[in-house]
T-cell receptor, first 115, second 114 residues
Framework: DGGITQSPKYLFRKEGQNVTLSCEQN?????MYWYRQDPGQGLRLIYY???????QKGDIAEGYSVSREKKESFPLTVTSAQKNPTAFYLC??????????????FGPGTRLTVT | AQSVTQLGSHVSVSEGALVLLRCNYS??????LFWYVQYPNQGLQLLLK??????LVKGINGFEAEFKKSETSFHLTKPSAHMSDAAEYFC????????????FGTGTQLKVEL
């Protein structure tokens, strides 16, 4: 089955520690995205990558970092500089498409709790 | 720049009643519009999308939405609610030149009562 996997489902960390969230897709999609979801705020874009070895900041990139060394993988690191890291993190992917716009497919999410 | 407004963070309907979830968008270029559904502690699932062409779009699970350019709206409807429709629904917009980035509304939590 093709899809997006995110691991782990739940993650707990102490304040001041960096933590890396995994996102893997076997859909052969070129583009990948990371969103943060907080209650009542919808989804906000953290970083996105349209091709291997290239990525751009989204609306709330401060305190986060990413890499895109392989087409299938787009890990997100939440650094100690992120002031409020506790949230639900969603990874997505898409084929850019002829017109450059297509739907995004989402993984199951990782709930990060930092205390 | 583009934005999405979802009126009503919580909507409650009786089972069998009409579901209407409102979405208004702002975009300086012709928009592409999406509705997603999210069940608790899960990812988002695409319900339907509007790109070009027919303005009435049918999606999964009996949902449909109509693109009204004059009203900058893309409201989601279902004629008869089912208990399994209880979830959070997100409207999203994208536009050409934006790198396929989606801008999401803040979501509407749908409750279905017996």
């Amino acid at each position: 089955d093709g899809g997006i996997t995110q691991s782990p489902k739940y993650l707990f960390r102490k304040e001041g520690q960096n933590v890396t969230l995994s996102c893997e897709q076997n859909l052969n999609h070129d583009a990948m995205y990371w969103y943060r979801q907080d209650p009542g705020q919808g989804l906000r874009l953290i970083y996105y990558s349209q091709i291997v070895n290239d990525f751009q900041k989204g609306d709330i990139a401060e305190g986060y970092s990413v890499s895109r060394e392989k087409k299938e993988s787009f890990p997100l690191t939440v650094t100690s500089a992120q002031k409020n890291p506790t949230a639900f993190y969603l990874c997505a992917s898409s084929i850019p498409g002829q017109g450059g716009i297509t739907e995004q497919y989402f993984g199951p999410g990782t709930r990060l709790t930092v205390t | 720049a583009q934005s999405v407004t979802q009126l009503g963070s919580h909507v409650s309907v009786s089972e069998g009643a009409l579901v209407l979830l409102r979405c208004n968008y702002s975009s300086s270029v012709p928009p592409y519009l999406f509705w997603y559904v999210q069940y608790p502690n899960q990812g988002l699932q695409l319900l339907l999308k509007y790109t070009t062409g027919a303005t009435l779009v049918k999606g999964i699970n009996g949902f449909e939405a109509e693109f009204k350019k004059s009203e900058t709206s893309f409201h989601l409807t279902k004629p008869s609610a089912h208990m399994s429709d209880a979830a959070e629904y997100f409207c999203a917009v994208s536009a050409t030149g934006g790198g396929n980035k989606l801008t999401f509304g803040t979501g509407t939590q749908l409750k279905v009562e017996l």
